[in-house]
């Protein structure tokens, strides 16, 4: 006959293993489509590399490990993301964290962006934040098997050969601007406070892609923002 320590310490085995099983790939993906009915948001960040700077393996790692305890001090769940963005990287899932807090959240470790998506109707909405702005929004996640097949700037379940998903954020990088370095028509612009602000932002994001020793995702990221921005130009 069990003893009461016994039956609890097996009805404790079952919900860890249930607890296992809910937050493998079937329900990140719940998650992501805003299928999971107490789930109303979710977050993305890591706190390596902080603004770009390639950190040691070392470093990264005890920078997580501060992340993880903020994570655990304000009472938010999170599931352990990894990734490659030019280099492998270990991130976080953060459901139901609040959009202003996760900006503090990349504020406090010094990320240049954060993902946070909100369930609107039947989706997930999902804004792209570097400081305090949006830079872009999606409402789609790709999990199909050209996803599964790409080699780098995916994320993907905390297994090494875990299942791989993208929110395409940034998609058409690799076809616009290959010469970031160009100066900007002003003649052939309309003379517009926009466009005049939109240029100086633009020579900014020029300027960052010069840095030399960042890591691989720094350019990505600056390279997608300049994308954006040249795209609200308003030529004549």
Do not use: C
């Amino acid at each position: 006959m069990l003893t009461n320590m016994q039956k609890i310490l097996n009805l404790w085995d079952e919900y860890k293993k249930g607890v296992l099983e809910e937050s493998g790939f079937p329900r990140i993906t719940r998650m992501l489509q805003g299928a999971v009915p107490n789930v109303d948001s979710v977050g993305f960040a890591t706190a390596a590399n902080p603004q770009g700077e390639a950190l040691s393996p070392k470093e990264n790692k005890e920078r997580n490990e501060q992340f993880e305890r903020a994570l655990r001090d304000a009472n938010y769940g999170f599931i352990k993301i990894r990734g490659k963005f030019g280099s492998p990287e270990k991130s976080y899932m953060i459901p139901n964290i609040s959009r202003d807090h996760m900006v503090a959240l990349g504020a406090e470790f010094d990320q240049e962006a954060v993902i946070w998506g909100s369930r609107q109707e039947d989706k997930m909405v999902f804004e792209y934040i570097e400081g305090h702005t949006t830079i872009q929004k999606r409402d789609a996640v790709l999990f199909g098997t050209d996803v599964q097949g790409k080699e780098d700037y995916y994320s993907q379940e905390r297994q090494s050969a875990g299942r791989k998903f993208i929110i395409p954020f940034f998609d058409e990088e690799y076809e616009i601007v290959e010469n970031f370095n160009a100066p900007v028509p002003l003649l052939d612009l309309q003379q517009t406070p926009e466009n005049h602000k939109l240029v100086t932002e633009i020579k900014t994001r020029q300027n960052k892609l010069r840095a030399n020793k960042k890591v691989e995702k720094y350019y990505w990221h600056h390279r997608g923002i300049l994308n954006t921005l040249l795209k609200q130009l308003d030529i004549k």
